[in-house]
């Protein structure tokens, strides 16, 4: 069974810093992807960031160029460092885990989340 837990959440006035974590446990297929979603209150969950097998990173164009996706594979730690963040950052960051199909990362397994606030 997949366990995701997500640490490194906290309030920051814009401009500032995070780097979110995801502990990782009970993954077992070495092809499998992970990636990070939001979701602002009152809005839908957004796909934030994937990382494939092949290590390739892939972003949506809302943070690309201020957050960087990456993983630890000694440690099982999924991270994601988050820099230039503005009040529309905010929201609740979930950590999800998943398996390629058609070039895609679909994915099946969500931690419990941690929540970024940005003040302006």
């Known amino acids: 069974q997949v366990q995701l837990v997500e640490s490194g959440g906290g309030s920051v006035q814009a401009g500032g810093s995070l780097r979110l974590s995801c502990a990782a446990s009970?993954?077992?297929?070495?092809?499998?992807?992970m990636g990070w979603f939001r979701q602002a209150a009152g809005k839908q969950r957004e796909w934030v960031s994937n990382?494939?097998?092949?290590?390739?990173?892939s972003y949506a164009g809302s943070v690309k160029g201020r957050f960087t996706i990456s993983q630890d594979n000694a440690k099982n730690t999924l991270y994601l460092q988050m820099n230039a963040l503005k009040p529309e950052d905010s929201a609740m960051y979930f950590c999800?885990?998943?398996?390629?199909?058609?070039?895609?990362?679909?994915?099946?397994?969500w931690g419990q989340g941690t929540q970024v606030t940005v003040s302006s």
């Open positions: 990382v494939h097998p092949d290590r390739s990173t």
């Open positions: 999800a885990a998943g398996y390629m199909a058609g070039g895609f990362c679909q994915h099946n397994a």
């Open positions: 009970g993954i077992t297929n070495s092809r499998g992807c």
